[in-house]
């Protein structure tokens, strides 16, 4: 089935640890995103990727990390500097018409 | 510069009763308009789109919305509701050359029986 995976669905994290969620797609999207949501703040751009081995930072990048190094795969770190991680997480990529596709989330919960 | 706001952040209706949720926008730009519904634990799935055309477009689940240039908005409206339509709701708007969309925060439908 094609489509945007996610990976894992639930991760616990001890404070200080990094964390990398999986982003993965066979929709030959050129662009891809990374969100963040929180109850009642909709979802805020973290960083996204126009092309392979290019990526810009969104609204509330700082303490994250991402890599593009091939097309199909969009991971996202969440680094022990941000300071609080506990959140879902949504990873998405966009069609040629604008519109975007969604992975079923990641929920990140910080113990 | 875009923006959305959505002016409700909880809506109860009862089942079978009609429903609208209200989107706001701006930009100074031509723009494109998304309606997405996120059911609990989920990601987001895409109801409908305004890209051009008819300004009254019709979505999944028969869910529609009106594109209103004038008044910068682009409400979503259900005749006849179901228990199974409750769910949050997200408008969000791309302009002009923009690379990312801009989304509302969310608008939570609940239907009561």
Known sequence: DGGITQSPKYLFRKEGQNVTLSCEQNLNHDAMYWYRQDPGQGLRLIYYSQIVNDFQKGDIAEGYSVSREKKESFPLTVTSAQKNPTAFYLCAGRHSTGELFFGEGSRLTVL | ?113
């Open chain 2, 1 to 113: 510069a875009q923006s959305v706001t959505q002016l409700d952040s909880q809506v109860p209706v009862f089942e079978e009763a009609p429903v609208e949720l209200r989107c706001n926008y701006s930009s100074s730009v031509s723009v494109y308009l998304f309606w997405y519904v996120q059911y609990p634990n989920q990601g987001l799935q895409l109801l409908l789109k305004y890209l051009s055309g008819s300004t009254l477009v019709k979505g999944i689940n028969g869910f529609e919305a009106e594109f209103n240039k004038s008044q910068t908005s682009f409400h979503l409206r259900k005749p006849s509701v179901h228990i199974s339509d409750t769910a949050e709701f997200f408008c969000a708007v791309r302009s002009g050359s923009a690379r990312q969309l801009t989304f509302g925060s969310g608008t939570q439908l609940t239907v009561l029986p």
